[in-house]
């Protein structure tokens, strides 16, 4: 067994689960989806009239939740937004990539206003990306420092002269 090989594998492997197993929760706090659960906020769209739902400054991401009643359709547009329609709910997100600011707005093209419940929340892209990165990098650490470690203990220790 060589000692120091296997106290720096486990220091490593240490470390790599510290990490793996934080980085959800930094995605968890970046993301702000306590914000967005209860619909927190409503507007009556008038017909053929639009509502601004919020805007993304540049190199962020605007993430909404929304519902309406009665079941008329509202569209949603933005550019580059993405919709999808998940347990009752619509979600979309814009991917504020330009250097200026991007909104999102919701338009009735109906002949009767229609009530929106919507929430909208702002996260900072850079600071998933590194949340993401953490949890990598913790995933490589556990890798590597298990192997260390097992080396470090199989490994007969040298011979002193």
């Known amino acids: 067994m060589r000692r120091r090989v296997l106290i ?4 490593m492997l240490i470390l790599g689960l510290t ?7 930094f995605i968890r706090n970046n ?15 008038g017909p053929n009239s639009s509502i601004l739902l919020g805007s993304a400054p540049p190199g962020y991401i ?11 359709p509202i569209k949603i547009a933005g550019a580059g937004l993405n919709v999808t329609r998940a347990d009752g709910y619509y979600v979309f997100e814009l991917y504020n990539l330009g250097a200026s600011q991007q909104s999102v ?3 009735n ?11 909208v929340t702002q996260v900072s ?17 556990v890798v590597v420092g ?3 470690a097992l080396v470090g203990f199989f490994l007969r220790p040298k011979k002193r002269s």
């Open 8 to 11: 720096s594998g486990a220091f």
């Open 19 to 25: 990490l793996f197993f934080g980085g959800p929760y």
């Open 31 to 45: 993301l702000n989806v306590s914000e967005l659960i209860p619909l927190r906020n409503s507007a009556s769209v």
């Open 62 to 72: 605007l993430i909404g939740i929304y519902n309406y009643s009665p079941p008329l």
């Open 105 to 107: 707005y919701a338009f």
């Open 109 to 119: 093209n109906n002949s009767q206003a229609v009530e929106l419940y919507y929430s």
């Open 125 to 141: 892209a850079s600071k998933i990306f590194y949340s993401v990165a953490v949890l990598f990098v913790g995933g490589a650490l």
């Open 146 to 148: 298990g192997i260390t």
